[in-house]
């Protein structure tokens, strides 16, 4: 009888280990395409503020973007679960994933992760040029990100720097969605989004070690975390959150001033998002399923809704309350928003 289920267990072990067409189809996250989302700001934003925009066959250029965009994210996100298996062992929840848990053929694996990326490149090229090099830049991150010798992902604070490099790339991409490669974004906005993508995926470190409550275990978990302490990253999130801003107001000066009205609620989205990093077992570890939080989501919908009222709508009075009440400098440079892109 002992024998017999010694046999079984076996049976379902060997079975568990067992590589399946469902562990590859996970490992590409689909569920994570919502991210790309944050495409959509840089379509809005060269719709408001490009000379250059061109409207005739906008929304088929938008969908063949927008899959393209998510074909090579999941690209990513193959050899980020490959890569980060040996980690994901150590992690209470993670250790369940496809490839620790044995569902995923490893050589297949990595042809899935070229196949990937050839196939999204491959799409984007029936955009532009520009978009292009877009999604090749977003592909080559992964692999700064995740690949050996590079492998940014276990460097502290780089590791939040190289990851929210995504943001920048998607508004770039949803920006080229809209424009040739005549023009390109403001500097200033792209710094915004680099800025607000560190504060989300600094938070996202924060819910993390706090949640694991271990600082060996949250090592053995991600190599960075041997660095990281819970004042440390609050400390990053401050300075990501307000570099972001500074940024923004810069932006705002120079191109779209309507948009200081969204100053408030954008305030208040972040305090609300810090605060859900503080509960246990956060959602913020797991962007992809914040649309499941109201607390977050509603106020996320009405910033969306108003930044993109007030890149179209113009308020004139706002003009005359921030005319500047003293003299500026050209020759000095000082007060100069004229230059700051």
Known sequence: MKTANNHSVIGRAFEVLQPSISGHLQIARVDHWFKNVFAIPGIVTALGIAPTAEVSGLLGRIAVGLLSLCIVASSNYVINEVMDAPFDRQHPRKCNRPVPSGTVNIPLAYVEWLALMIAGVSLGVTVSVPFTMTLLALWIMGCVYNVQPLRSKDVPYVDVL??????????????????????????????????????????????????IHDPV??????????????????????????TAMLFFGAFIMRYRLELIVSFPFLALLMALY???????????????????????????????????????????ILHRIFTPTVPTSEATGLLRFGNIR
């Open 162 to 211: 190289s990851e929210a490099m995504n943001n920048p790339l998607r508004m770039l991409a949803g920006w080229y969605m809209v424009v040739g490669g005549s023009t390109v974004p403001p500097a200033s906005l792209l710094l915004t989004y680099w800025m607000i993508g560190s504060y989300f995926m600094a938070m996202k470190r924060f819910a993390e070690y706090r949640d």
């Open 274 to 316: 810090l605060s859900l990093a503080f509960k246990p077992d956060s959602a913020v570890q797991r962007p992809e399923g914040l649309y499941r939080e109201p607390t977050i989501m509603v106020p996320v919908i009405i910033c969306v809704v108003l930044i993109a009222l007030l890149l179209f709508v113009d308020i004139p």
């Open 217 to 242: 275990r949250a090592a053995a978990y991600r190599k960075s975390f041997a660095f990281y302490t819970e004042e440390g990253l609050l400390v990053s999130v401050m300075f990501y959150g307000s």
